[in-house]
């Protein structure tokens, strides 16, 4: 990841160009800096950098109702040395129907939160990285995902961790330019035991970044990001339910993992 970083790094800041008086000149090379790490440590830590929900409130596209808060930990909660628990369980009374679309009814009660720091990629911030290792369900009807989705508009959306029912894991790019999406889908041995998910994000024009994803360290693939930079983007971590991934979902308890979150971003 090191010299991923260092290479991009070079990159960017060789073709970083201003305008002096005489002509051109090189600016100033970029530094790099951590805007989030080290956020499941406790929970003054957690509830300094994410806040509960979603930005949009409880509900989205599953069966799921997000419940968390700062004295209700049932279904967000910290475990052990640095790890965050997301945990869904099966509801059996009426509860009503989602207030997203497609309006699915609600069958369990799960958590999410969302990062406090947006992402935007922009002439001042061209270069991020969000990772994270993560312990994610795959049987039918659990939903896990670790996203980035508008924040004043939607698309863009980068899905960098997204179980869909099974244990294949979504790279998922949504191209604003054209509409649709890019996808790179990767089996994944265990996915209930760590992994890392990785997304590089690179500003290549005025419009466009690209999105290099990576599983386990290991390279797997390259999205072009249409119309990405300067649109302020949400950083997720959530347990969806049943939607996408089938049903009927589990009857018992979900529990999603999540350690070492790290976001980054070079500033020019």
Do not use: C
Not at 139 to 146: H, L, S
Not at 158 to 173: C, H, P, Q, V
Request: without cysteine.
């Amino acid at each position: 990841m090191a010299t991923d970083r260092r290479r991009f790094l070079i990159a960017g800041s060789a073709g970083l160009l201003g305008v002096a008086a005489g002509g051109l000149r090189p600016a100033a090379a970029a530094t790099w800096e951590t805007v989030l790490s080290g956020s499941f440590s406790g929970y003054p830590a957690l509830e300094s950098a994410w806040h509960y929900r979603y930005p949009w409130g409880s509900d989205h596209n599953g069966t799921a109702r997000m419940y968390g808060s700062a004295s209700d930990h049932n279904h967000v909660y910290l475990e052990g040395s640095g790890v965050l628990v997301l945990k869904a369980s099966r509801i059996n009374w009426d509860e009503g129907t989602s207030s997203k679309d497609p309006y699915l009814p609600i069958h369990y009660h799960s958590g999410t939160l969302h990062a406090k720091q947006q992402v935007v990629v922009s002439d001042q911030f061209p270069q991020w990285e969000v990772r994270g290792e993560f312990q994610a369900p795959s049987a039918r009807g659990t939903w896990p995902a670790f996203w980035l989705t508008g924040a004043t508009s939607w698309p863009p959306e980068s899905d960098i961790l997204e179980y869909k029912g099974d244990a294949r894991n979504w790279f998922n790019t949504y191209k604003n330019a054209s509409g649709g999406w890019s996808s790179t889908v990767v089996n994944v041995s265990n996915p209930g035991s760590w992994h890392g998910y990785r997304a590089w994000i690179a500003k290549v024009s005025a419009t466009d970044a690209d999105i290099h994803y990576y599983l386990d360290g290991n390279w797997v693939g390259q999205h072009r990001a249409a119309n990405f930079v300067n649109k302020p983007m949400w950083l997720i971590l959530n347990l969806q339910m049943e939607g996408s991934s089938g049903s009927p979902g589990p009857s018992g308890d979900t529990y999603y993992r999540a350690r070492n979150v790290y976001v980054g971003r070079s500033r020019a």
